[in-house]
């Protein structure tokens, strides 16, 4: 069963911290995907990597670094974290030719900033 | 950016009945798509439906898109408690798709 793995659930961090999210995928996939989501929000796009090394901002990049430095893994860093960056944080992959743009989606991790 | 509409906003049903949600879109699109999420997780892909499709069904599911309109709608019929989550479509205006804010079903048994 292929699977997108958020190493964690849930965090809570201090203000100012740098934050890790790490995402990983078992399906050889190209395309990787950071969405955050909010009540009233919906899923908004921060970042999306076409492949290894490559990244483009999506809509709500500001105060967010991606890292991608292997296939299998895409990182979203908070590098100063702040209070409204609280919320669920999901990634996405998905096959670069798959004619139809299917994701598949991790369990979410939502990240409270104190 | 574009996104789907859905609506409504929330839906509240009893076990057996059919629910229907809408979604509405803005530019022109090769398909839409259909997602669940259940309370606190990740989404899950239901089903996607092609520009030059006005119908598809996948079990209890059916969705109808009308381009000319501009929106699609996800029917799921017999409902049961199981199915109370939020269902997204989106739509791949470029590479990355963009979700509407959802329609949150619940069931009650």
């Known amino acids: 069963d292929v699977k997108v793995t958020q190493s964690s659930r849930y965090l809570v961090k201090r203000t100012g911290e740098k934050v890790f999210l790490e995402c990983v995928q078992d399906?050889?996939?190209?395309?990787m995907f950071w969405y955050r989501q909010d009540p009233g929000l919906g899923l908004r796009l921060i970042y999306f990597s076409y492949d290894v090394k490559m990244k483009e901002k999506g809509d709500i990049p500001e105060g967010y670094s991606v890292s991608r430095e292997k296939k299998e893994r895409f990182s979203l860093i908070l590098e100063s974290a702040s209070t409204n960056q609280t919320s669920m944080y999901l990634c996405?992959?998905?096959?670069?030719?798959?004619?139809?743009?299917?994701?598949?989606f991790g369990a979410g991790s939502r990240l409270t900033v104190l | 950016s574009q996104q789907g509409e859905e609506d409504p906003q929330a839906l509240s049903i009893q076990e057996g009945e059919n629910a229907t949600m809408n979604c509405s879109y803005k530019?022109?699109?090769?398909?839409l798509q259909w997602y669940r999420q259940n309370s606190g997780r990740g989404l899950v892909h239901l089903i996607l439906?092609?520009?030059?499709?006005r119908e598809k069904h996948s079990g209890r599911l059916r969705v109808t898109l009308d381009t000319s309109k501009k929106s699609s709608s996800l029917l799921i019929t017999a409902s049961r408690a199981a199915d109370t989550a939020s269902y997204f479509c989106?739509?791949?205006?470029?590479?990355?798709?963009?979700f509407g804010k959802g329609t949150t079903l619940s069931v009650s048994s």
């Open positions: 399906m050889d996939h190209e395309n």
């Open positions: 989106a739509t791949a205006p470029a590479t990355a798709l963009i």
């Open positions: 439906i092609r520009s030059n499709e």
């Open positions: 530019t022109s699109i090769n398909n």
């Open positions: 996405a992959s998905r096959i670069t030719d798959s004619g139809a743009n299917v994701l598949t």
